[in-house]
């Protein structure tokens, strides 16, 4: 593992720590020794410019925001250095100056929405914003914001650079057979333990009263959309879309977005201003009002509305799954067949229920990495054993029962290329993925105007960045 770690850790920074601070920017403490700067510098500081990249300046209180800003994310800042601090801000300044250069663009409005989760955040850790301006002993909550703005853009602009750096990085099964062969016997990575699972969902049934009752009510927003009102606030005050909420039910959206059919077919069928029909997806029910297009990629808003599931209809489908559930445990059917033909859930069904892990896109998932909410359903199960109906409020599209069942148990072990192609795969990718950074990196710090001034220049960084 000390050959994986060796040649990965860099990766996962590099490619992963500048991504907004959804994914904060986190600086890890590597093997370069850096030298500190002394103790009587810091007393007696004047903030003031310490180092430039093309574009962009980088201040001693920068230095300073920037372990603010790891510290509202909860990380533990003892342990890093201001001279790896002021690398790490280097790198954000050049990824953002060739951002630039490459009109890439962030939006406010997405900063903002940044900002307010991760203020929301901050707010239930200390308990109100008059305490957590007063712990970042800061003047006043805008201020405090207004600092968290610049950190956040630049962070986004240099996540954009990277993500660009990377997005025609791909890897071919013979550089994946090279790099596995490359690991020493020793230092072959071990896999946690892992199980495969498959569930069966039954939904509910909506009354064609409470349909038209939603189609109903979100014709009358239309018309009062057209009639002036604002939609934006009327997406704010009445859309199930919790996501988007918060921003007045916005989205910027092109043909590769991961939307279900229905919606991306109704927005690229709209004019600017135009204002679609309700309409139908397996989340609820619809209408969308597109702001901007701008060659593929469509700016638009829109309003859900769940329709609202009845006591009886709720009472229907846990009778219904309960039954689907003795069936397979008399040996009437079995798990795989009853969830290609009994379950709800369209996703799973055409794979006998098994489900993907979002994270890596295959059927494992590792025990210790499992989402809580799913580890506490399954962890406990024997073989072949079934859980009870299991009540599921989503959020997203609405109330369901469902029941899960393991369908395959895979122990702790070191890696194996049959059968852990796809994570020896992705490992392999990530080394690819920053290999071309560091490239990239390297041709830019030579191409771009770079200083660093005073005390920092006595600092041991990883890249050339005084061209010594």
Request: aromatic share 8%; proline share 2%.
């Amino acid at each position: 593992m000390k050959y994986i770690n060796s040649r990965l850790t860099v990766a996962i920074i590099a490619i992963f720590c500048v991504v907004g601070f959804a994914n904060a920017q986190e600086v890890i403490k590597d093997s370069v020794k850096t030298k500190p700067l002394t103790s009587t510098f810091k007393k007696q500081k004047v903030d003031g410019v310490i180092a430039t990249v093309g574009d962009y300046i980088v201040l001693d209180s920068d230095v300073d925001k920037s372990y603010l800003e790891l510290s509202s994310q909860g990380q533990s800042v003892r342990d890093i250095s201001r001279c790896q601090m002021l690398e790490s801000l280097l790198k954000e300044k050049l990824y953002a100056h060739q951002a630039v250069q490459d009109s890439i663009i962030v939006k406010d409005e997405e900063v903002k929405e940044k900002l307010n989760e991760q203020f929301t955040f901050m707010v239930e850790q200390i308990g109100s914003s008059e305490k957590v301006v007063q712990y970042f002993k800061k003047g006043s909550e805008e201020e405090l914001r207004s600092e968290l703005f610049d950190i956040i853009k630049m962070n986004k602009l240099a996540a954009e650079m990277q993500r660009k750096i990377i997005e025609t990085v791909e890897i071919t099964p013979e550089e994946t057979r090279t790099f596995f062969k490359a690991i020493p016997q020793a230092d072959l990575p071990v896999f946690g333990a892992e199980m495969e699972v498959a569930q069966i969902v039954v939904a509910p049934k909506i009354s064609d009263e409470e349909k038209q009752r939603v189609v109903k009510r979100l014709k009358e927003i239309k018309a009062e959309v057209l009639g002036g009102a604002s939609f934006k606030t009327r997406a704010v005050i009445y859309t199930d879309d919790r996501a988007s909420a918060s921003t007045g039910g916005y989205y910027k959206i092109n043909r590769k977005t991961q939307f279900v059919k229905e919606f991306k077919d109704v927005a690229f069928s709209l004019g600017e201003g135009e204002i679609s029909e309700p309409f139908e997806t397996e989340y609820g029910y619809h209408i969308i009002m597109v702001e901007k297009i701008k060659g593929q990629e469509v700016e638009l808003r829109h309003i859900l509305m769940m329709p609202k599931v009845s006591d009886q209809s709720l009472k229907d489908a846990k009778e219904k799954i309960i039954l689907i559930k003795k069936k397979i445990e008399n040996g009437e059917i079995s798990f795989a067949d009853a969830a290609r033909t009994m379950s709800d859930e369209k996703e799973t069904r055409a794979n006998g229920g098994v489900l993907i892990n979002p994270k890596t896109q295959d059927t494992h998932f590792e025990l210790t990495k499992m989402d809580p909410s799913l580890y506490s359903e399954v962890s406990n199960l024997k073989d072949k054993e079934i859980t009870n109906a299991i009540l599921d409020d989503d959020p997203r599209a609405g109330k369901k029962y469902k029941i899960i069942t393991v369908t395959n148990r895979i122990n702790e072990h070191t890696a194996d290329y049959a059968k852990d192609y796809i994570k020896i795969k992705d490992l392999a990718l990530k080394e690819k993925q920053i290999k071309a950074i560091a490239k990239w990196t390297d041709e830019k710090i030579k191409e771009t105007y770079i200083k660093v001034n005073g005390e920092y220049r006595d600092c041991v960084f990883t890249n050339d960045w005084i061209k010594k």
